[in-house]
C-alpha cells in the first residue's frame, strides 16, 4: 500500500520534464559510416585487435543486411550516414572514483533522480550511468566485488575480462541477427557488463541510466549480463533523452545468459523522448533483446514499461533451451500524440517443461498506433510446454489504434498454448464513479489505467514502480477531453 | 441545505422529472419512495450530476451554491455523496488506493494538508468497523467481483471515510439481505450528526424500518406528489402505490 | 506454353507461363467485349506478374508452401480442353441433399438444374445474356482480393467458367443451391479455375452449398477459385462449404463477401483433406445492425495441410460478428489459422468476436496460429483467444470413471469437439453426411 501512496502523492502533472540539455564538451567521431569510423571508435576505447576485427566484422555483415519493414511503424527513410556514431564527454578515460567525475555529470543526473553517490547506500541499486556513447560512472563496485560480482562499462569488461566477452558477446544476439544489431555490433560504443558467480545472489539492484545528450548522435549501447549456476540478480535500466526536433537513433542490444538454475530479472522504464504533439523530434528505439536460459531450471523474465520514444520496435526475448525452465513478459506500452510502437516477445521454447507466460497491456491515446507482435513457438522436441498469453489492449478516442499480431506455431503434442486479447475503453461510468468520489477527471483515467496495468507494475521494483506509475500519468495528460 | 425547486430533466429526449420540489435541512432525513420508473434514480443521478441527463428546467441549490453549475467532482468535495444503486469495477484499483486518491482530493480542494498514509489507515480501520466490512476487501480491486451486498457495503464504507453533507442512498437496499440490511441501516445512524442530511431512495418501506425518516416524499411519474412522516410509508406499504395511482387520478381528473 | 518437364520449373517459369497464357487467350476469354471487364482482367495480370506465386517469408503464405506444392506438381497447365464427352458424375453427389444443383467437372459446367424458381437467376459466365451486363460492371471483381492475393489475380485474370447467381429482392428462395466443382485427372492432371458471383438482393434469403471433391485422390488436381457474394440490406445467407473430398488436391479458394445493412450471413466451412488447402474467408462490413458468424472445422492427417485465412473489416457501427474455427490434427498434418479483425474509425459500437481451439494428437503435428486484431475505434467489444493442447485429460478421467476405457473416452471428446461445427448447418441431409465423415475419421483412429 505505501507503494501506492507514494505513487499517488507523485502523480503530478507537467511536460516531459527530462528534456534539458546538459552543456558539457564531448569529443565526437565525424558524420558517417564507414570501416575508417569504426577504427576510430575503436581505437578512441583503446581495444584490443580482436574487439576491432569482430566490429569490422559486423560491419560487412551489417552492409549485406536490409532494415525490416515488416514492423506496423510509418516512418522516414533514415540517412545512416548523416549519424554521428560516437560522442563522448571530455573528462579522464575512467574516473577511478567519484570525485574525478564531472560535476557537470553529476548534476545532471541528479536531476534525472539518479544519485551517483555512493553514500547514498539507501537506494540500494547500484547505477552505471551512460551518457551518449560512454559509461561515465558505475557505483557500488567494490561492494560487489566482494562477492565476486562484476558490474561495470562494456569498455573496462572489454580491456578487464576478455575471456568472458569473448564468450558471450553475440551468443545470445548473433552479429547477422537483423539490422540493427549488426549496426550495434559494429559501433556500439559502451554500456554495461554484469557477471554474477555461481551461486551468488546478487544483494541489490543492478542499474543501468542511459542518457542521450548530444545532438544529431545515435546511441548504440550494448549490455551483456551472465548469470552462473544458481545465482541471481534483478536489473534494472531507465532512459531519457533531451527534447529536439530531429530524430536521434537508438539501436541497443542487451544479451542474457542464464545457467542452470539461475535467475534473472531485467525491468526497464523507457521514457526516450517521444517527439511533440505533431510528431516532430523524438528517439527511434530499435532494440534488440534476448536471454537464453542455456540451463536446465533457470528463468528470465522481462519486464517492461514503455512510454517513450517516437518509434519503438523491441522484442524482448527467452530461448528456453535448458529443461524446465522459465520465461516471462510483463509490458505496459503506452503510447499517445502520434507515438508509434511495435513492441511484444519471442518465447521459444526447446526443452522439456518449459514454461512461458506473456502479459502485455497496451494503452493508445491521441493519434498513436500501439501494436503488440509475438511469437510462441514450441519446437518439435520440447516436450509439456506450457504457455499463457495475455494482451489487453486499451484504447482512448477514435484517432488511435491498437493492433495485435500474435504467431504461435505448436510443434509438439504435448504442449499447451493459451492465447487471450480483449480490447476495451475506459468506460464513462468508470469516471463518473471516481468524479462522484471527488476524484478529477484527469487523475480518474491515471487511476484507471494504473489499475489496468497492475499485473505488470507489480513486477516491477519498488523505486520503478512509482516511476512507471508518474510516467504513465503524465503520457496520457489530456488525452480524455 | 439543499433546495430543489421546479426541477425537470430529461434522457435522450425523453422527459423523466416534471418539476420536483424538495427541501433538505441539516439533522434530517428524507426518504423518497415511488413505484419503478417514477423517476427517483434519476433525481439521484441529476444531484450528483451525471451528464447523460438534462435539466431542462428548475434549480438546485446545496449550501448555497448553485449545484448544476458544477462537476460531479466538485458536488463530490463540497460534500455531496451517492451511493450508487450499481457501483461500477475497476479493475487493478484497490477499494484503498482509490479511497486515499478521493480523501486528499477532497482535502485539497478544502485547504487542507493531505492525509500520510498512517493517519489514513487508521482512519480507515476505525471506519471498517462501522460496516463490518473485512479487512481483505480493502486490498482487493473496487468493486472486481464483489458480490451484491459487498458492493453496497462498499458503498457505505465510503460515505463513511467521505463524511458527506449529504449522502443519497439509491437503492441501497435491493439485492441486501437481512443482515446486510442492517448493517448498512447501522452504519447510516451512526454516522447521522445535526450538520449532515440523508436522502434515502427506495422502493420499499423495509429499510425505513432500521433508518427512520424525518419525511417521506412520494415521487410519481416525476414529481413529488405526497409528502409526509413515516406514516405514510407505512401505509404505502398497506395499500401499495396503486393507492398513489388512484389518488393521482383523482387529482388529475 | 508448356512447361518443359526436363527443365527445373522455377516460380518465374510458372508466372511467365500464365503470363503468357493471358496473351494468348485475351480474345476468347468471356467478358471480352465489356470493356471494363477486360480493363480488370489486364489489370489483374499486371498485378499477378508483378507479384507471382508467393515465396519464401510472404507473410500470408508464411505456413502455406502452396508455391512449392506447384512447382514440385506436374499439373497440366493448359487450361483444361473442352469437355467432349459429359462425364458420368451421379455417383459422386450427395443423393439425400436437395437443391438446385451445378455440377462443375475440371473447372467446366456439366450439369445444371433447369426448375429454378422465379426468385433465383443463374446464368454461367461464358453465355451471360446483355441484360446481365450492368450487374457484372457493377459488381465483379469489385471486392475480390484480386491486387494483393495472387491466385485471386490468375483466376481474375484467367477465369473463364463459373456462375452469376441473383436472388430477387423480397424472396425466399426454398432450397439450397449446391455447386460441386469435381476435378478428375483421369486425363492427366487437372488446373482448373472457376469463378462465381452471388448478388443476394435486399431482404433475399438463400442457402448456398459449394462442395469439392477430387475423382482422383491420388493425383494433385489444383483448383483455384474465387466466390464473390454480395449481401443487399437485410439479405440472408448461409454458405457452406464442403471440403471433404479434397485427398490429394491443392485447393486455393478464394471467397470475398460483402454486407450491407441488417444482412446475415452465416459460413460454415468443413475441410478433412487436401494436399494443400488455403481458404481466404474475407468479409467486409459496409452497413449497420449486420451479423456475420463463421465457423470452421479442420481435420488434417498424413501430410494434409489445411490453411485458413479470415479477414472481418468492420467499417461501419454498430455490427456483430463472431467466429469459431476448431481443428485436430493428427500424424504429421499441418493445420495453419490466421484470423483478421479489423475495426475501422467509423464502425464504434462493433462487436467482434474470434476463438480458434486446435487439439494435436500426434507428434509430428503441428499447427501455426496467428489471430489478429487491428482496432482503430475505441467504444467497441472485441476479444480474441486461441488454445492449442490435447483432450483435456480431466474430461478423459471423468469418463473413465463411469467405465469408458481410454480410447473410447478420447473418441467421444473428440467427436463431441468436432461435431459442435454441425449445429451451425441447417440442411439436415448435409449435417447427417457431414456427421457420418466426422464420425468415420474419429472413430477409426480409436479402432486402430
Given at each position: 500500500?505505501?507503494?501506492d501512496d507514494?505513487?499517488?502523492e507523485?502523480?503530478?502533472s507537467?511536460e516531459?520534464k527530462y528534456g534539458?540539455?546538459?552543456?558539457?564538451?564531448?569529443?565526437e567521431a565525424p558524420?558517417?559510416?564507414?570501416?575508417?569510423?569504426?577504427r576510430?571508435?575503436s581505437a578512441k576505447?583503446e581495444?584490443p585487435?580482436?574487439?576491432?576485427?569482430w566490429?569490422?566484422?559486423a560491419?560487412?555483415?551489417?552492409?549485406?543486411?536490409?532494415?525490416p519493414?515488416?514492423p506496423?511503424v510509418?516512418?522516414?527513410?533514415?540517412?545512416y550516414?548523416d549519424?554521428i556514431y560516437?560522442?563522448a564527454?571530455?573528462?579522464k578515460a575512467?574516473p577511478?572514483n567519484?570525485?574525478?567525475v564531472?560535476?557537470?555529470l553529476?548534476?545532471?543526473?541528479k536531476?534525472?533522480g539518479i544519485?551517483?553517490e555512493?553514500?547514498?547506500?539507501?537506494?540500494?541499486?547500484?547505477v552505471d550511468?551512460v551518457?551518449?556513447?560512454v559509461s561515465v560512472?558505475t557505483?557500488f563496485k567494490d561492494?560487489?566485488g566482494?562477492l565476486?560480482i562484476i558490474f561495470?562499462?562494456?569498455?573496462e569488461a572489454?580491456k578487464?575480462?576478455?575471456?568472458?566477452v569473448?564468450?558471450?558477446m553475440?551468443?545470445?544476439?548473433p552479429?547477422?541477427?537483423?539490422y540493427f544489431a549488426?549496426?550495434?555490433?559494429?559501433?556500439f560504443?559502451?554500456?554495461?557488463?554484469?557477471y554474477i558467480?555461481?551461486?551468488?545472489?546478487?544483494?541489490?539492484e543492478?542499474?543501468?541510466?542511459f542518457r542521450i545528450?548530444a545532438?544529431n548522435t545515435g546511441q548504440f549501447?550494448?549490455?551483456?549480463?551472465i548469470?552462473?549456476?544458481?545465482?541471481?540478480v534483478?536489473y534494472?535500466?531507465g532512459?531519457?533523452a533531451p527534447?529536439?526536433?530531429?530524430?536521434?537513433l537508438?539501436?541497443?542490444i542487451v544479451e542474457?545468459?542464464a545457467?542452470?538454475?539461475?535467475e534473472?530479472?531485467y525491468?526497464?522504464v523507457q521514457?526516450?523522448y517521444?517527439?511533440?504533439k505533431?510528431?516532430k523530434?523524438?528517439i527511434?528505439?530499435?532494440v534488440?533483446?534476448?536471454?537464453?536460459?542455456?540451463?536446465?531450471?533457470?528463468?528470465i523474465?522481462?519486464?517492461q514499461?514503455?512510454?517513450?520514444s517516437?518509434i519503438t520496435w523491441?522484442?524482448?526475448?527467452?530461448?528456453?533451451k535448458g529443461?524446465?525452465?522459465?520465461?516471462?513478459?510483463y509490458s505496459v506500452?503506452v503510447t499517445?500524440?502520434?507515438q508509434?510502437?511495435d513492441?511484444g516477445?519471442?518465447?521459444?521454447h526447446?526443452?522439456?517443461n518449459?514454461?512461458?507466460?506473456?502479459?502485455s497491456?497496451?494503452?493508445?491515446?491521441g493519434k498513436s498506433q500501439?501494436?503488440?507482435?509475438?511469437?510462441?513457438?514450441?519446437?518439435?522436441?520440447?516436450e509439456n510446454a506450457r504457455n499463457f498469453?495475455?494482451?489487453?489492449?486499451?484504447?482512448?478516442?477514435?484517432?488511435?489504434?491498437?493492433h495485435?499480431f500474435p504467431?504461435?506455431?505448436?510443434g509438439n503434442k504435448?504442449?499447451q498454448i493459451?492465447?487471450e486479447a480483449t480490447t476495451?475503453k475506459?468506460?464513462?461510468?468508470q469516471?463518473?464513479?471516481c468524479?462522484q468520489?471527488?476524484?478529477g477527471?484527469e487523475?480518474?483515467?491515471a487511476?484507471?489505467v494504473?489499475?489496468?496495468?497492475?499485473?505488470?507494475?507489480?513486477q516491477?521494483?519498488m523505486?520503478f514502480a512509482?516511476?512507471?506509475?508518474?510516467?504513465?500519468?503524465l503520457t496520457l495528460e489530456g488525452?480524455v477531453g | 441545505m439543499l433546495k430543489?425547486e421546479?426541477?425537470k430533466?430529461?434522457?435522450?429526449?425523453k422527459?423523466?422529472?416534471?418539476?420536483?420540489?424538495?427541501?433538505?435541512?441539516?439533522g434530517?432525513?428524507?426518504?423518497i419512495?415511488?413505484?419503478?420508473?417514477s423517476?427517483k434514480?434519476t433525481?439521484?443521478?441529476?444531484?450528483a450530476?451525471r451528464?447523460?441527463?438534462?435539466?431542462?428546467?428548475g434549480?438546485i441549490?446545496?449550501?448555497?451554491?448553485?449545484?448544476l453549475?458544477?462537476?460531479p467532482?466538485?458536488?463530490?468535495?463540497?460534500?455531496l455523496?451517492l451511493?450508487?444503486?450499481y457501483?461500477?469495477?475497476i479493475?487493478?484499483v484497490s477499494?484503498?488506493?482509490?479511497?486515499?486518491t478521493a480523501?486528499?482530493q477532497?482535502?485539497?480542494?478544502?485547504?487542507?494538508e493531505?492525509?500520510?498514509a498512517?493517519?489514513?489507515?487508521?482512519?480507515i480501520?476505525?471506519?471498517m468497523?462501522l460496516?463490518?466490512?473485512?479487512?481483505?476487501?480493502?486490498?482487493?480491486a473496487?468493486?472486481?467481483g464483489?458480490?451484491?451486498?459487498e458492493k453496497?457495503r462498499?458503498e457505505?464504507?465510503q460515505?463513511?471515510?467521505l463524511e458527506p453533507?449529504l449522502a443519497?442512498l439509491?437503492?441501497?437496499d435491493?439485492?441486501?439481505d437481512?443482515?446486510?440490511?442492517?448493517?448498512?441501516a447501522n452504519?447510516?445512524?451512526?454516522?447521522r450528526?445535526?450538520?449532515?442530511?440523508?436522502?434515502?431512495?427506495?422502493?420499499?418501506q423495509r429499510?425505513l424500518?432500521?433508518?427512520?425518516?424525518?419525511?417521506?416524499h412520494?415521487?410519481?411519474?416525476?414529481?413529488i406528489?405526497k409528502?409526509?412522516?413515516k406514516?405514510?410509508a407505512k401505509?404505502l406499504?398497506e395499500?401499495g402505490?396503486?393507492?398513489?395511482?388512484?389518488n393521482?387520478t383523482?387529482?388529475?381528473? | 506454353m508448356?512447361?518443359?518437364?526436363?527443365m527445373?520449373?522455377?516460380?518465374?517459369?510458372?508466372?511467365?507461363?500464365?503470363?503468357?497464357q493471358?496473351s494468348?487467350l485475351?480474345?476468347?476469354?468471356?467478358?471480352g467485349?465489356v470493356p471494363?471487364?477486360?480493363?480488370?482482367r489486364s489489370?489483374?495480370?499486371?498485378a499477378?506478374t508483378?507479384k507471382?506465386?508467393?515465396q519464401?517469408?510472404e507473410e500470408?503464405y508464411?505456413?502455406t508452401?502452396?508455391?512449392?506444392?506447384l512447382l514440385?506438381?506436374e499439373?497440366?497447365?493448359?487450361?483444361?480442353?473442352e469437355v467432349s464427352?459429359i462425364?458420368?458424375?451421379n455417383?459422386?453427389l450427395?443423393p439425400?441433399l436437395?437443391?438446385?444443383?451445378?455440377v462443375?467437372?475440371n473447372?467446366?459446367?456439366?450439369?445444371?438444374?433447369e426448375?429454378?424458381?422465379?426468385?433465383l437467376?443463374?446464368q454461367?459466365?461464358?453465355q451471360?445474356g446483355a441484360d446481365?451486363?450492368?450487374l457484372?460492371?457493377?459488381?465483379?471483381g469489385?471486392?475480390s482480393n484480386y491486387?494483393?492475393d495472387?491466385?485471386a489475380?490468375?483466376?481474375t485474370?484467367?477465369?473463364?467458367?463459373?456462375s452469376?447467381i441473383t436472388?430477387?429482392?423480397n424472396?425466399?428462395v426454398d432450397l439450397?443451391v449446391?455447386?460441386y466443382?469435381l476435378s478428375d485427372?483421369?486425363?492427366?492432371l487437372?488446373?482448373s479455375?472457376t469463378r462465381?458471383?452471388v448478388?443476394v438482393?435486399?431482404?433475399?434469403?438463400v442457402?448456398?452449398v459449394?462442395?469439392?471433391?477430387?475423382l482422383?485422390?491420388?493425383?494433385?488436381n489444383?483448383?483455384?477459385?474465387?466466390s464473390?457474394?454480395?449481401?443487399k440490406?437485410?439479405?440472408?445467407l448461409?454458405?457452406?462449404k464442403?471440403?471433404?473430398?479434397c485427398s490429394g488436391m491443392?485447393?486455393?479458394d478464394n471467397?470475398?463477401?460483402n454486407q450491407?445493412e441488417?444482412?446475415?450471413?452465416?459460413?460454415?466451412t468443413?475441410?478433412?483433406n487436401?494436399?494443400?488447402?488455403?481458404n481466404n474467408l474475407n468479409?467486409?462490413?459496409?452497413?449497420?445492425d449486420?451479423t456475420?458468424h463463421m465457423?470452421?472445422l479442420y481435420l488434417?492427417k498424413?501430410?494434409d495441410h489445411i490453411?485458413?485465412?479470415?479477414?472481418?473489416?468492420?467499417?461501419?457501427?454498430n455490427?456483430?460478428s463472431d467466429?469459431?474455427?476448431?481443428?485436430i490434427i493428427d500424424?504429421?498434418?499441418t493445420?495453419?489459422?490466421n484470423?483478421?479483425?479489423y475495426?475501422?474509425?467509423?464502425a464504434?459500437k462493433?462487436n467482434?468476436?474470434?476463438?480458434?481451439?486446435?487439439i494435436?494428437?500426434s507428434?509430428?503435428a503441428s499447427m501455426?496460429t496467428?489471430p489478429?486484431?487491428?482496432?482503430w475505434?475505441?467504444?467497441v467489444?472485441c476479444s480474441?483467444?486461441?488454445?492449442?493442447?490435447?483432450?483435456?485429460?480431466e474430461?478423459v478421467?471423468y469418463?473413465?470413471t463411469?467405465g469408458?476405457?481410454?480410447q473410447?473416452?478420447k473418441?467421444l471428446?473428440?467427436?463431441?469437439?468436432?461435431?459442435?461445427?454441425?449445429e451451425?448447418i441447417?440442411?439436415p441431409?448435409?449435417s447427417?453426411?457431414?456427421e457420418?465423415?466426422?464420425?468415420?475419421r474419429l472413430?477409426?483412429?480409436?479402432?486402430?
Amino acid at each position: 500500500m505505501s507503494k501506492d501512496d507514494q505513487i499517488l502523492e507523485e502523480l503530478t502533472s507537467s511536460e516531459y520534464k527530462y528534456g534539458f540539455e546538459t552543456a558539457i564538451d564531448a569529443d565526437e567521431a565525424p558524420k558517417g559510416l564507414n570501416e575508417d569510423i569504426i577504427r576510430f571508435i575503436s581505437a578512441k576505447k583503446e581495444e584490443p585487435e580482436w574487439m576491432l576485427e569482430w566490429r569490422l566484422n559486423a560491419f560487412e555483415k551489417w552492409k549485406t543486411l536490409k532494415e525490416p519493414k515488416w514492423p506496423n511503424v510509418k516512418y522516414p527513410e533514415i540517412n545512416y550516414q548523416d549519424i554521428i556514431y560516437y560522442s563522448a564527454i571530455k573528462q579522464k578515460a575512467t574516473p577511478s572514483n567519484l570525485d574525478e567525475v564531472d560535476p557537470e555529470l553529476i548534476e545532471t543526473f541528479k536531476k534525472l533522480g539518479i544519485s551517483l553517490e555512493e553514500q547514498k547506500r539507501l537506494t540500494g541499486v547500484a547505477v552505471d550511468a551512460v551518457l551518449d556513447s560512454v559509461s561515465v560512472a558505475t557505483t557500488f563496485k567494490d561492494k560487489l566485488g566482494e562477492l565476486g560480482i562484476i558490474f561495470c562499462s562494456f569498455s573496462e569488461a572489454v580491456k578487464e575480462h576478455p575471456e568472458l566477452v569473448k564468450k558471450y558477446m553475440g551468443s545470445v544476439v548473433p552479429v547477422n541477427d537483423n539490422y540493427f544489431a549488426a549496426l550495434n555490433s559494429a559501433v556500439f560504443s559502451d554500456g554495461s557488463f554484469a557477471y554474477i558467480p555461481k551461486g551468488v545472489r546478487c544483494p541489490m539492484e543492478l542499474s543501468t541510466y542511459f542518457r542521450i545528450n548530444a545532438a544529431n548522435t545515435g546511441q548504440f549501447e550494448r549490455t551483456l549480463i551472465i548469470a552462473e549456476e544458481g545465482s541471481y540478480v534483478s536489473y534494472l535500466e531507465g532512459c531519457t533523452a533531451p527534447m529536439r526536433d530531429e530524430n536521434q537513433l537508438h539501436a541497443a542490444i542487451v544479451e542474457i545468459y542464464a545457467a542452470k538454475d539461475a535467475e534473472v530479472k531485467y525491468s526497464t522504464v523507457q521514457n526516450w523522448y517521444p517527439g511533440n504533439k505533431e510528431g516532430k523530434g523524438g528517439i527511434y528505439n530499435f532494440v534488440t533483446k534476448r536471454g537464453i536460459c542455456a540451463g536446465s531450471g533457470s528463468k528470465i523474465s522481462w519486464t517492461q514499461v514503455e512510454t517513450g520514444s517516437a518509434i519503438t520496435w523491441k522484442y524482448p526475448s527467452c530461448i528456453l533451451k535448458g529443461d524446465n525452465s522459465v520465461g516471462e513478459f510483463y509490458s505496459v506500452a503506452v503510447t499517445n500524440n502520434m507515438q508509434q510502437a511495435d513492441t511484444g516477445t519471442k518465447m521459444i521454447h526447446i526443452g522439456k517443461n518449459t514454461k512461458s507466460r506473456i502479459v502485455s497491456k497496451g494503452v493508445s491515446a491521441g493519434k498513436s498506433q500501439n501494436s503488440y507482435r509475438g511469437l510462441v513457438q514450441v519446437m518439435p522436441r520440447a516436450e509439456n510446454a506450457r504457455n499463457f498469453s495475455q494482451c489487453d489492449s486499451l484504447l482512448m478516442g477514435d484517432k488511435c489504434g491498437a493492433h495485435t499480431f500474435p504467431y504461435i506455431e505448436t510443434g509438439n503434442k504435448s504442449a499447451q498454448i493459451e492465447h487471450e486479447a480483449t480490447t476495451s475503453k475506459i468506460g464513462e461510468d468508470q469516471i463518473f464513479y471516481c468524479n462522484q468520489r471527488g476524484i478529477g477527471t484527469e487523475d480518474a483515467v491515471a487511476l484507471i489505467v494504473n489499475g489496468y496495468c497492475k499485473e505488470v507494475l507489480n513486477q516491477l521494483p519498488m523505486e520503478f514502480a512509482v516511476e512507471a506509475q508518474k510516467l504513465l500519468a503524465l503520457t496520457l495528460e489530456g488525452s480524455v477531453g | 441545505m439543499l433546495k430543489v425547486e421546479n426541477l425537470k430533466a430529461s434522457i435522450e429526449g425523453k422527459q423523466i422529472l416534471n418539476g420536483v420540489n424538495l427541501s433538505v435541512n441539516p439533522g434530517e432525513i428524507h426518504a423518497i419512495m415511488g413505484p419503478n420508473g417514477s423517476g427517483k434514480s434519476t433525481l439521484a443521478s441529476v444531484l450528483a450530476g451525471r451528464d447523460s441527463y438534462q435539466v431542462t428546467e428548475g434549480s438546485i441549490s446545496f449550501l448555497n451554491q448553485d449545484l448544476l453549475e458544477m462537476a460531479p467532482e466538485d458536488r463530490a468535495r463540497e460534500g455531496l455523496f451517492l451511493a450508487f444503486q450499481y457501483p461500477v469495477e475497476i479493475p487493478g484499483v484497490s477499494t484503498t488506493n482509490f479511497l486515499k486518491t478521493a480523501v486528499n482530493q477532497i482535502r485539497e480542494h478544502r485547504g487542507q494538508e493531505a492525509l500520510d498514509a498512517v493517519t489514513f489507515l487508521k482512519l480507515i480501520k476505525e471506519k471498517m468497523k462501522l460496516v463490518e466490512i473485512d479487512n481483505s476487501l480493502l486490498s482487493r480491486a473496487l468493486n472486481d467481483g464483489f458480490s451484491g451486498g459487498e458492493k453496497k457495503r462498499n458503498e457505505i464504507f465510503q460515505m463513511a471515510v467521505l463524511e458527506p453533507r449529504l449522502a443519497i442512498l439509491d437503492e441501497t437496499d435491493s439485492g441486501l439481505d437481512i443482515d446486510a440490511l442492517r448493517i448498512v441501516a447501522n452504519g447510516v445512524n451512526t454516522l447521522r450528526n445535526k450538520d449532515n442530511a440523508t436522502i434515502v431512495v427506495t422502493h420499499y418501506q423495509r429499510l425505513l424500518d432500521y433508518i427512520i425518516p424525518d419525511f417521506v416524499h412520494v415521487l410519481y411519474n416525476g414529481r413529488i406528489v405526497k409528502s409526509g412522516t413515516k406514516e405514510l410509508a407505512k401505509k404505502l406499504e398497506e395499500k401499495g402505490y396503486d393507492w398513489i395511482r388512484e389518488n393521482e387520478t383523482t387529482i388529475a381528473g | 506454353m508448356p512447361v518443359d518437364p526436363a527443365m527445373k520449373t522455377t516460380e518465374q517459369n510458372l508466372r511467365d507461363h500464365f503470363t503468357e497464357q493471358f496473351s494468348d487467350l485475351t480474345q476468347s476469354l468471356n467478358g471480352g467485349q465489356v470493356p471494363e471487364i477486360k480493363q480488370l482482367r489486364s489489370e489483374a495480370i499486371k498485378a499477378f506478374t508483378q507479384k507471382g506465386f508467393p515465396q519464401g517469408k510472404e507473410e500470408e503464405y508464411k505456413y502455406t508452401p502452396i508455391t512449392k506444392a506447384l512447382l514440385r506438381s506436374e499439373i497440366n497447365l493448359q487450361s483444361p480442353a473442352e469437355v467432349s464427352m459429359i462425364p458420368p458424375f451421379n455417383e459422386h453427389l450427395l443423393p439425400e441433399l436437395k437443391g438446385h444443383i451445378l455440377v462443375f467437372w475440371n473447372g467446366r459446367l456439366v450439369y445444371s438444374s433447369e426448375d429454378f424458381p422465379e426468385s433465383l437467376e443463374v446464368q454461367q459466365m461464358d453465355q451471360l445474356g446483355a441484360d446481365r451486363e450492368d450487374l457484372m460492371v457493377k459488381y465483379f471483381g469489385k471486392i475480390s482480393n484480386y491486387k494483393k492475393d495472387a491466385f485471386a489475380a490468375l483466376n481474375t485474370a484467367l477465369f473463364n467458367h463459373g456462375s452469376l447467381i441473383t436472388v430477387k429482392e423480397n424472396s425466399k428462395v426454398d432450397l439450397p443451391v449446391i455447386i460441386y466443382h469435381l476435378s478428375d485427372a483421369r486425363n492427366g492432371l487437372v488446373y482448373s479455375q472457376t469463378r462465381h458471383l452471388v448478388v443476394v438482393e435486399k431482404n433475399a434469403q438463400v442457402t448456398l452449398v459449394e462442395i469439392c471433391k477430387n475423382l482422383t485422390p491420388k493425383q494433385q488436381n489444383f483448383h483455384n477459385t474465387v466466390s464473390e457474394i454480395y449481401l443487399k440490406e437485410q439479405a440472408k445467407l448461409q454458405l457452406n462449404k464442403v471440403q471433404t473430398g479434397c485427398s490429394g488436391m491443392i485447393l486455393v479458394d478464394n471467397t470475398d463477401i460483402n454486407q450491407l445493412e441488417g444482412s446475415e450471413l452465416m459460413c460454415n466451412t468443413i475441410t478433412t483433406n487436401g494436399t494443400i488447402v488455403r481458404n481466404n474467408l474475407n468479409i467486409t462490413i459496409d452497413g449497420m445492425d449486420c451479423t456475420s458468424h463463421m465457423n470452421g472445422l479442420y481435420l488434417a492427417k498424413g501430410t494434409d495441410h489445411i490453411d485458413n485465412h479470415t479477414l472481418v473489416d468492420h467499417r461501419i457501427a454498430n455490427s456483430f460478428s463472431d467466429e469459431l474455427y476448431k481443428g485436430i490434427i493428427d500424424d504429421s498434418a499441418t493445420g495453419v489459422f490466421n484470423g483478421k479483425i479489423y475495426v475501422q474509425p467509423d464502425a464504434q459500437k462493433t462487436n467482434a468476436f474470434q476463438s480458434n481451439k486446435n487439439i494435436l494428437l500426434s507428434d509430428k503435428a503441428s499447427m501455426n496460429t496467428k489471430p489478429q486484431l487491428e482496432i482503430w475505434a475505441d467504444d467497441v467489444k472485441c476479444s480474441h483467444g486461441a488454445t492449442t493442447g490435447q483432450i483435456d485429460a480431466e474430461q478423459v478421467f471423468y469418463l473413465r470413471t463411469r467405465g469408458l476405457d481410454e480410447q473410447q473416452a478420447k473418441g467421444l471428446l473428440l467427436y463431441a469437439f468436432a461435431t459442435e461445427f454441425l449445429e451451425h448447418i441447417s440442411l439436415p441431409a448435409l449435417s447427417d453426411y457431414l456427421e457420418q465423415v466426422i464420425a468415420d475419421r474419429l472413430y477409426r483412429k480409436i479402432d486402430e
